[in-house]
């Protein structure tokens, strides 16, 4: 039995003792989605958040799963949420932008398939220049 097995067997069975334990429900989500069972571990987050709705964390994971299954609406709606939740965390944002960097590759190659004429359903974000530091030489 590897890791994930053990962890998706103790999880559970910490599971039927409390079952309302959004955090043992997201821990399982990441146990399952180590087995690469991503529609069971999509179902596992989603458990997580009808418990605790404000959980950064499980909107996180599920972001990442729904990356994991290719339904990039639903990841970057869950890493929005995310962030909207916790915008301090550094690994929010790095799903944000893998999501947004597919989908990026997913409108170019939708462009030169379909020809010059199609146009970019989603943009690239503008990212501006923090403003100097007081005193900085430019």
Not at 13 to 18: D, E, H, M, R, T
Not at 44 to 66: C, E, M, R, T, W
Not at 85 to 96: I, K, Q, R, T, V
Request: hydrophobic residues 40%.
């Amino acid at each position: 039995m590897g890791k994930h097995d053990t962890a998706v067997d103790l999880i559970t069975k910490a599971l039927a003792f409390k079952p309302d334990y959004a955090e043992a429900h997201c821990n399982l989500g990441l146990a399952i989605q180590g087995l690469g069972q991503l529609d069971e571990a999509v179902a596992s987050y989603q458990k997580a958040l009808a418990i605790k709705p404000d959980s950064a964390k499980v909107h996180s994971n599920l972001g990442a799963a729904f990356h994991d299954l290719e339904k990039l609406d639903e990841a970057f709606t869950c890493h929005r949420r995310a962030i909207a939740l916790n915008p301090d965390n550094d690994s929010f944002w790095a799903g944000l932008a893998a999501v947004l960097a597919i989908y990026s590759f997913t409108s170019v190659d939708d462009d030169f398939q379909r020809g010059p004429q199609a146009g970019r359903k989603y943009e690239a974000p503008t990212f501006h220049s923090p403003p100097p530091l007081r005193g900085a030489r430019r």
